[in-house]
């Protein structure tokens, strides 16, 4: 059975100065190794004349967790950013925290907290949301019962992920598979038992 898990829903940034350093913090979401290299060199490009670009990652596939302090020293920003995610239980999430340096010594202490703020003002702006898993549906329908349908579908957290329009509607659903059976029950009745939904795939989605 798969598990639902945490992760971001899309790119998202945010900074705050402390002491004179701004730090900006980004969260964006990765599925590998290459993806969070790809996003973590991009805003080293982008932040090319920072002080430092810390960075942490965690992918569901292989349990890979990584980080780098980047020149701040040993355990004060990569360690602290990794320990956001671990926290927040948040796996496929790839964060960086771009540090201009203000000519004030934050300490050790400061460093720690300040990182892992950043990366917390990062994952919100991303937008945390639950992964779980959903059960993909096939369902044709005549014209008289598709706008019904339309009205069941919210009941469960269902959405639309494909339709096509010809002599009859056929629509393609992902629903939380907790709700597969109920969904699939409550379009059975609604149609006097002339429509039913099959599953054909499963997937990991919003829930």
Not at 136 to 145: G, H, K, M, Q, S
Request: glycine residues 10%.
């Amino acid at each position: 059975m798969l598990s639902p898990y945490k992760t971001v829903h899309g790119a998202g940034s945010d900074s705050f100065i402390e002491k004179r350093s701004k730090f900006i913090g980004y969260a964006k979401p990765v599925k590998t190794a290459e993806e969070a290299t790809d996003f973590i060199e991009e805003i080293r490009k982008k932040h090319w004349d920072a002080k430092h670009n810390v960075f942490a990652y965690i992918l569901r596939d292989g349990g890979v967790k990584r980080y780098s302090d980047d020149g701040e020293p040993q355990g004060t920003a990569g360690v602290p950013v990794l320990d956001v995610l671990e926290k927040e239980q948040l796996y496929d999430v790839a964060v960086v925290v771009t540090r201009y340096f203000g000519g004030v010594l934050l300490g050790t202490g400061g460093l720690v907290r300040a990182y892992s703020h950043a990366a917390k003002l990062a994952a919100t702006a991303g937008g945390i949301v639950t992964m779980g898993p959903c059960s993909i549906l096939n369902v044709e329908t005549d014209y008289a019962f598709y706008q019904r349908l339309l009205t069941i579908l919210p009941e469960f957290g269902a959405t639309v992920q494909n339709s096509d329009f010809s002599d009859r509607v056929t629509l393609t659903l992902s629903v939380a598979s907790e709700k597969e059976a109920l969904i699939c029950d409550k379009i059975f009745d609604s149609s006097d038992g002339r429509v039913k939904a099959q599953k054909i795939g499963e997937n990991f989605a919003e829930i």
